[in-house]
């Protein structure tokens, strides 16, 4: 069963839902048997590169939020992430546009680690306070997972990757999906948002149902049939 999941690198809601989908998912029999892949989404693409902000400064000039409202938000989002096991620190997060990090999520996925890079670039940004549009700093994290550096480097200076994000973009829009996370089970369910693990093990359970036998049955009790092992009456 293949899941699609739309994310950004500074969605710390993105992290939530990542966090609870692999925690239900774990729990699932059938956990071997799913597939995942990882798609590009950009939640403000219109953010310069080479200028980080901290997340006060950022939720000030981009909401026009008081900073002591941006520093309530932020720390109600640390405590949910708390609640989960995620050691949120916003005060070192540096907010940056987002597009050469998804370079690397791609270059990752070439080789069957996407699921580890999308982790390593949630940790680098909101633990660690990296600047993940920074070259150096994700030359680092690929070869922290065995990618070549020159390849990494070469990955993500060049445009090699960018038809790939510009297409995961394209299609979230052609899907409506607007808000990140979005998760696609098998082309035809959708749980949006950093949902309970709970909301996650029940969809995840429907659809691969649905996988493994596709037909609703509507049959009722006491109906003959006949299979390999002979007719039962």
Known sequence: ?????????????????KHNFEHALEKLP???????????FQLDPGLDAS????????????KGFPAEQASQ????????GKNVGIDFNFEKALIINTFTAHKLLHLAKKYGKANEMEEALFIAHFTDGKNVGDIKELVA?????????????????????????NQDIQ????????????????GKYAVSGAQPAEVFADALQQAYKETVSPFKDLSKEGGTSCDTDGCTI
């Open 171 to 186: 299609e979230a829009k052609n899907n409506s999906i607007s808000s990140v996370p979005f998760f696609v089970l098998n």
């Open 51 to 62: 200028k980080p902000q901290n997340t006060v400064e950022y939720f000030k000039e981009k």
């Open 1 to 17: 069963m293949k899941i699609e999941i739309w994310s950004d690198v500074m969605c710390p809601f993105c992290y939530i839902g």
């Open 73 to 80: 938000m932020i720390g109600q989002v640390a405590q949910m």
């Open 141 to 165: 994290l690929a070869e922290n997972l065995g990618i070549d550096k020159d390849e990494a480097r070469q990955a993500l200076t060049s445009n090699e990757f960018d038809s790939e994000i």
């Open 30 to 40: 059938f956990k071997d048997e799913i597939e995942l892949e990882w798609k590009s």
